[in-house]
């Protein structure tokens, strides 16, 4: 294999270290505590785990978390009400609602009553809109995690080709728009992108966010260039016993490592990116919030 594997679960450990130090200094210099509450609407067991591991988390940096677990029944009414008291609570500088949201809620009104400079999810219109027009937003922050493994590998991204494979409000449009930002040729393709062999093969940076077990495959990427892989995909694996799973990428690791130059590996690459950009947001918030310099190299 040649290509140089991009160790997100290091580089995660990272970004929370620079994240604490950052409260440490807060704390010690402005009495400030950073605080991110995580909204929880019913019961989906990985929704779950997500929110309680981002609650530990939120913990060992130094900041404070909030969790609020709603029944799986409850009113939309009840729920805004409470984002307006998160809103109005200067205590709370991050405001996370956990999606999916149990289908009788209204995603985009619930997430666009969150006040957009708490928004660290980044999906309220407002930061859409700031992001797509260059301007200081919350940024979200699998795409956000992305950038700082891209910009940490390449140092300037000015002048490479990038092509984004897929294109969600989550993940593909906002990772297009950062590396817009930083000066890329950028290509979103899609289910309905033609020859999309092709247009991945003349990629330096492909960045793969779709949701297909290994579709990626080696021969479609171009020798040397960067690869990170947002899928987390949950397949068969006998190899491992009967009924036992595995989790893969939407890029096909064992053939495209051996012709990129560079490759996040899943799992260990993207996912443990997304977390520690959300206390680097929140942090980011709570500076904001206080008229205070933001941290350096912690957002785009
Ligand atoms: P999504 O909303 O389902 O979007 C998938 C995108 O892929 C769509 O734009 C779709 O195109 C495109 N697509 C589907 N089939 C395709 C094909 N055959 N060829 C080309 N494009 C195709 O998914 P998402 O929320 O962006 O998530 C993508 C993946 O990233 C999932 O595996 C998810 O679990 C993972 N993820 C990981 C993290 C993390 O922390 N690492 C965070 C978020 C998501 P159309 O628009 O034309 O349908």
Redesign the pocket.
């Known amino acids: 294999m040649g290509a140089q594997i991009i160790d997100g679960k290091a580089f995660a450990a990272k970004v929370r270290g620079q994240v604490a130090d950052h409260v440490a200094r807060l704390k010690e210099s402005h009495g400030i505590t950073p605080g991110l509450a995580v909204v929880l609407v019913g019961e989906d067991p990985a929704s779950q785990v997500y929110v309680r591991s981002k609650g530990k988390m939120t913990v060992e940096v130094g900041m404070n978390s909030y969790e609020h677990k709603l029944d799986a029944d409850t009113a939309e009414a009840d729920l805004l009400a409470l984002i307006d008291q998160l809103n109005k609570d200067p205590a709370v500088h991050g405001i996370l609602v956990q999606l999916p949201l149990p289908g009788h809620l209204n995603e985009d009104l619930v997430i666009n009553s969150i006040d957009p400079a708490k928004d660290v999810d980044g999906f309220h219109i407002s930061n859409v809109g700031l992001l797509g027009t260059g301007q200081k937003s919350m940024v979200p922050?699998?795409p956000l995690?992305c950038l700082m493994m891209l910009r940490d590998h390449h140092g300037s991204l000015s002048g490479l080709d990038a092509v984004v494979?897929?294109?969600?409000?989550?993940?593909?449009k906002p990772m297009a728009q950062l590396l817009l930002g930083d000066s890329c040729t950028v290509t979103i393709?899609?289910?309905?992108?033609k020859d999309?062999p092709d247009v991945v093969r003349r990629a330096d940076i492909v960045v793969?966010?779709?949701?297909?077990p290994e579709?990626v495959p080696g021969d479609w990427i171009k020798p040397g260039a960067t690869v990170i892989d947002?899928?987390?995909?949950r397949i068969d694996a006998p190899e491992k016993g009967e009924g036992k799973t595995r989790l893969v990428?939407?890029v096909h690791y064992p053939s495209a490592a051996e012709v990129a130059g560079a490759i996040t590996p899943?799992p260990g690459?993207?996912?443990?990116?997304?977390?520690a950009c959300l206390l680097a947001n929140t942090l980011t918030a709570a500076s904001r919030a206080n008229d205070l310099q933001e941290p350096e190299g912690l957002t785009a």
């Open positions: 922050c699998t995690g494979v897929g294109r969600s409000n989550i993940v593909g393709a899609h289910s309905r992108t999309l793969a966010a779709v949701g297909r579709m947002v899928g987390i995909n990428g939407d899943v690459g993207v996912g443990p990116m997304t977390i």
